[in-house]
């Protein structure tokens, strides 16, 4: 019989060693992410491995899983606790070791295998830890499966019905990397800043881009579990202006930077200019249907609204959903409505056959970023992203905010701009004119200025991001009305960053 877990425990006490901790917060909307130590020990990751075996066999899923681990110091340590409560539960384990998210995704087509459970943390802050997970290939779980494996760790309701085995896989980055370079090299000779932020993917992002032909300036490519210079998040305007001083330094087309388990990518242009995901977005969903003809895309509720207005797109033909912010959602999404693509302003892309597979692979991001390149032989990469309508938007922004009360917070956020508008109130000075509630709440003024706060989904923080295609000033304006709405609720602290 396996203990009930704690949600807390002291460290350095004979308890902490002999019980299982797991804070109940850690289970997200769809995936799971704990504070090593202070939330989470070794024996509850077993609890978890258990629980996640339990589930995956009362989904009539075969108890098949792949498992792999990212680049901090205590991964490894995670994985084979995990690992051992699989087995408990009469999981086949694959281990391929040392790995990127999107290789346990490629792995379970690759292996013919129904399960994935990857262990990182991706870009939070070290001491994080977490496991995304799935059981129905490409997708990953959502909040019904994170809901049913809460409920049977937190209540120790496991099958243990023993039988389970280990299988090392040796050698599986050599079979992801000659899946993704067994094809023709780019045409074009292209100088690429890849930024790794001394995450996993430094492993093997930038000997990928060279075995395509590129000329490869690789930046914070060394592996250290420390991240001595900035968080792998290409979503973070520190790694986004250290990529912009390496591309001005080497004369580069394009700098490319992937986050600490390499599911993500952000771009910045020839001259050094950041730019945005969800502009990124546009530019390939342009480049996409131009190849494939008129095509579906789905894109998160943080995203520009371009991609209802461009001209260009709608020239094209191309159709867009806005969903929910997430991978687990954007992926789902994707899959439901046969869309060729999805984009997240986070930087997660997902594309369908037969550009992909449709999971999140920051590396098939950038591929798809250079194939653009490479179909536009005589365009920069800053003279494709000037033929996109201009607007003024904001990087996403986080302030902290428990996750005790986040969800609740946002709650009142929304009802407050409801009845602004209900009493016919304005938004920085305009009135408002849509409020969209799918995921958070995005308000949208007369102007097409828009705002959107929501809750983070894997760290104790609110999301907000502001657009405008009018100006800046309409843009800070926006920000400061937003802003406003969300210093009402003294739950609310610091920013991360902000304009």
Excluded at 75 to 93: D, F, H, Y
Excluded at 346 to 365: E, K, Q
Aim: charged share 25%; glycine share 10%; proline share 5%.
């Amino acid at each position: 019989m396996f203990p009930k877990p704690l949600p807390s425990l002291t460290p350095n006490t004979a308890a902490y060693e002999s019980l299982p901790m797991v804070k109940p917060t850690g289970f997200r909307e769809y995936d799971a992410r704990w504070f090593l130590g202070k939330e989470l020990n070794l024996m509850g990751v077993q609890a978890v491995g258990m629980g996640l075996g339990t589930l995956i066999g009362r989904m009539g899923v075969k108890r098949e899983i792949v498992v792999g681990h990212d680049f901090r110091s205590y991964s490894a340590s995670i994985k084979m606790a995990l690992v051992t409560g699989l087995m408990a539960a009469g999981c086949k384990v694959r281990d391929i070791g040392l790995a990127m998210s999107p290789m346990a995704y490629f792995a379970q087509f690759e292996l013919d295998v129904p399960c994935v459970a990857m262990v990182t943390a991706s870009h939070n802050d070290n001491g994080w830890t977490g496991v995304k997970m799935g059981a129905q290939r490409p997708v990953t779980f959502g909040p019904d499966e994170m809901t049913a494996l809460k409920k049977i760790v937190l209540e120790a309701d496991f099958d243990l019905i023993g039988g389970g085995s280990l299988l090392f896989i040796e050698d599986f980055a050599g079979r992801y990397i000659r899946d993704l370079t067994e094809r023709p090299k780019f045409s074009r000779k292209l100088k690429v800043v890849a930024a790794c932020g001394n995450g996993t993917a430094g492993a093997f992002a930038p000997q990928i881009l060279e075995k395509l032909g590129c000329e490869v300036i690789p930046l914070d490519a060394e592996l250290d579990y420390t991240f001595p210079r900035y968080n792998p998040n290409p979503e973070d305007m520190k790694m986004l202006h250290a990529m912009a001083v390496a591309v001005k330094e080497h004369g580069a087309d394009v700098g490319l930077g992937f986050d600490g388990d390499g599911d993500r990518c952000g771009v910045v242009d020839n001259h050094g200019e950041e730019i945005f995901a969800d502009k990124i977005g546009v530019m390939l969903a342009r480049d996409l249907t131009k190849v494939h003809g008129p095509s579906q895309f789905v894109v998160d509720v943080k995203s520009t609204g371009l991609f209802a207005t461009d001209p260009e797109l709608k020239r094209l033909g191309a159709t867009t959903d806005y969903w929910k912010t997430g991978h687990s959602y954007i992926k789902r999404r994707v899959r439901d409505l046969n869309a060729l693509a999805g984009f997240e302003k986070s930087g997660h892309f997902f594309f369908n056959a037969p550009v992909g597979r449709g999971y999140d692979d920051g590396v098939v991001t950038a591929i798809a970023v250079l194939d653009m390149l490479d179909r536009n032989p005589t365009k920069s990469m800053a003279e494709l992203y000037a033929e996109v309508p201009k607007t003024w938007g904001t990087p996403t922004m986080a302030p902290k905010c428990a996750d005790e009360i986040k969800y609740e917070v946002v709650e009142r956020i929304t009802k407050r701009f409801q009845d602004m508008r209900d009493h016919a109130q304005r938004v920085a000075d305009h009135a408002i004119v849509d409020i969209v509630t799918v995921n958070g709440v995005r308000v949208t003024a007369s102007d097409g200025t828009w705002g959107l706060v929501r809750a983070s989904s894997n760290k104790p923080e609110l999301v907000v991001v502001v657009e405008s295609p009018v100006s800046e000033k309409r843009m800070r304006d926006m920000f400061k009305a937003v802003d406003a709405v969300v210093r009402e609720n003294p739950e609310v602290g610091e920013y991360n960053q902000t304009i």
